[in-house]
């Protein structure tokens, strides 16, 4: 055991109710009816004030959302769509899926890489090109075939 001098002692005792003028058997004096309850937030170092019980109030202090912010960025959002603004990926020839939307109508072959040494083929009618995919119309069935954008390692156009 390790000894604890006389300041470190007086530390560790709790306080005694009487000296801050409570009595031990008296419980303090119920809120007035017409008060309302407050919650608080208990946590480490939380910082937040205590809300009224029941309250629906979120305070912009926790990170919820601006409605208005909100709103904003929809109304953005539904212009982009109203305008058949496309992403740049689909209109710039630079990058793979823009170069391929120039091929759609073309017979191809497209080489997938699965895992890490497989290679499947897949050829067909390039029918569509989005962001992430490319849709195939295969010749035997005339069936669509939706294929992964990032799975392809080579595009043979037939001529």
């Known amino acids: 055991m390790q ?6 002692k007086k530390q560790m005792i709790p306080p005694n109710p009487n000296a801050l003028g409570h009595s031990p058997d008296i419980m303090p004096p119920p809120a007035p009816m017409n008060m309302t ?6 946590g480490p170092n939380y910082n937040i004030p205590a809300m009224p019980y ?3 109030m979120l ?3 926790m990170g919820y959302p601006d409605m208005n912010m909100m709103n904003t960025c929809n109304n953005k959002m539904m212009s982009m769509d109203d305008n058949n603004t496309e992403p740049p990926v689909l209109g710039d020839k ?5 170069y391929l939307k120039t091929l759609i109508g073309k017979y191809i072959r497209v080489d997938f890489l699965i895992g890490s040494n ?3 083929d897949k050829e067909g009618v390039l029918t ?3 962001v992430d995919h490319i849709i195939l119309r295969e ?3 005339d069936d669509l075939v939706i294929a992964d954008m990032y799975s392809i390692k080579f595009v043979k156009v037939f001529e």
Do not use: R
Request: net charge negative.
């Open 3 to 8: 000894d604890f001098n006389e300041k470190e």
């Open 37 to 42: 309850q407050m919650t608080p937030v208990i």
């Open 54 to 56: 029941g309250s629906q």
């Open 59 to 61: 305070p912009q202090a």
């Open 94 to 98: 630079n990058y793979l899926q823009g």
């Open 118 to 120: 497989t290679f499947l």
């Open 128 to 130: 569509n090109v989005g």
């Open 139 to 141: 010749p035997q069935t």
